[in-house]
């Protein structure tokens, strides 16, 4: 162990740290808390509908065994995390970073499942959003319409998450899944 490495208790007293002092670190992967809420909302020829979902009560050990620690000497597989400078280092010896220790050879002491590893994977989403503008019946009427609606629809367009390096929702340690699709559409809504 060198200073900059994830430090751990010795749970069995025997002065070693080995698997033998790994226990329950608690949390679910699974959501204890499920929810979503939206509404509808009309003034005059406007209209506005949105619905938001999240999860709450719910964590994750992120990381694996094989290629998350950036610069862990393990493998050249993996992604490279936009926050990879938040690490200990001699120049930055704070205890208040999200890496630990880079090194050259593989660093079991760092990898290991731990409560460091533990991450608050909460979120609440804005799934979709619908902006609306329905043109007034004495404009419709002159082109034989019954009715002309334009809009604009979002969906899934911010999450707000504890939790930076990815979309919460996925299902992954590590982060190597494609997110889901941020989607912007215009449209024009004709009844004749």
């Known amino acids: 162990m060198r200073p900059g490495d994830i430090k751990y208790v010795d749970m069995n007293g025997d002065g070693v740290i080995s698997d033998a002092d790994e ?32 999860t709450g009560d719910t964590h994750r050990l992120i990381g694996n065994t094989t290629y998350f620690i950036p610069g862990s000497g393990q493998t050249l597989q ?19 970073v999200f890496w630990p220790r ?18 608050d994977m909460r979120f609440m989403r804005l799934k979709t959003l619908e902006l609306g503008y329905t043109l ?19 969906n899934n367009l911010f999450c707000i998450s504890p939790f930076k390096l990815w979309d919460p929702e996925l299902n992954t340690n590590t982060g190597l899944r494609y997110p889901a699709m941020r989607t912007v559409m215009f449209g024009v809504d004709l009844n004749f």
């Open 23 to 54: 226990g329950f670190i608690g949390g679910t992967v699974d959501p204890r808390i499920v929810y979503g809420f939206g509404g509808n909302v009309s003034y005059k020829n406007w209209d506005l509908n949105f619905f938001f979902q999240g």
């Open 78 to 96: 993996g992604n490279v995390y936009a926050n990879y400078n938040d690490r200990w280092t001699e120049q930055n010896p704070s205890q208040n």
């Open 102 to 119: 880079l090194s050259e050879e593989p660093n079991r002491q760092n990898y290991r499942n731990s409560t460091w590893w533990k991450k």
């Open 136 to 154: 007034p019946k004495a404009v419709t009427e002159k082109i034989h319409s019954k009715s002309i609606r334009f809009y604009v629809s979002g």
